[in-house]
């Protein structure tokens, strides 16, 4: 069965910074691509980043672009997005997903997400 | 600025059907966007439905199906039951590993 659990959500102020990580189990990690989705409160869903099954190609929306980094390590099943500058707009609950294969595919299996707040 | 576009909040009779599309601010779209579709209950994860216009995904009732009608990707649900009542939202494949999220359509079952 496909596990995807966020952690490292938090509360953090203005320009500061958090790492999410994803760990995944139930299925080979490095052979799909991997995204991040967000959703702020009361609001739809944005495709924040996205990094193919080696690392080798990533995507960055425009809105984190510069201050967002999404990585990967395989050795580990495990899915990171640093974000640093952090912006109260980018308060919402950020989800982990799987692709559906290697290349950039359709979002598959869904993290049940870690709320990231950023206030003073 | 490409523009996902769906309908505003919906609703539907239990047992009846509904049809939810997706368009986009220019142009039509196609098969090459690669529809999916996704529904997400308050307070849940979201769930995948359909992807590539019309495949449904693992565990997914035959009452979803997916299709293109005219120059939008649609979602239509025969015999809507309650637990159907969800916001359900699109995605299209812009190319270069772009997707794009539409708004999302909140769903009544009444």
């Known amino acids: 069965e496909v596990q995807l659990v966020e952690s490292g959500g938090g509360l953090v102020q203005p320009g500061g910074s958090l790492r999410l990580s994803c760990s995944a189990s139930g299925f080979t990690f490095s052979s799909f691509v991997f995204y991040w989705v967000r959703q702020a409160p009361g609001k739809g869903l944005e495709y924040v980043s996205g990094?193919?099954?080696?690392?080798?190609?990533?995507y960055y929306a425009d809105s984190v672009k510069g201050r967002f980094t999404i990585s990967r390590d395989n050795s580990k099943n495990t899915l990171y997005l640093q974000m640093s500058s952090l912006r109260a707009e980018d308060t919402a609950a950020y989800y982990c997903?799987?692709?559906?294969?290697?290349?950039?595919?359709?979002?598959?299996?869904w993290g049940q997400g870690t709320l990231v707040t950023v206030s003073s | 600025q490409t523009v996902v576009t769906q309908e505003p909040p919906f609703s539907v009779s239990p047992g009846g059907t509904v049809t939810l599309t997706c368009g986009l601010s220019?142009?039509?779209?196609?098969?090459?966007?690669?529809p999916s579709w996704y529904q997400q209950t308050p307070g849940q994860a979201p769930r995948t439905l359909i992807y590539?216009?019309?495949t449904r995904s693992s565990g997914v009732p035959d009452r979803f199906s997916g299709s293109i009608l005219g120059n939008k990707a649609a979602l239509t649900i025969t015999g809507a039951q309650a637990d159907d009542e969800s916001d359900y939202y699109c995605v299209l494949y812009m190319g270069s590993g772009i997707r794009v999220f539409g708004g999302g359509t909140k769903l009544t079952v009444l």
């Open positions: 220019s142009g039509s779209v196609s098969t090459s966007h690669y």
């Open positions: 990094i193919t099954n080696n690392g080798g190609s990533t």
């Open positions: 997903v799987k692709g559906y294969s290697n290349g950039w595919s359709h979002f598959d299996s």
């Open positions: 590539s216009t019309n």
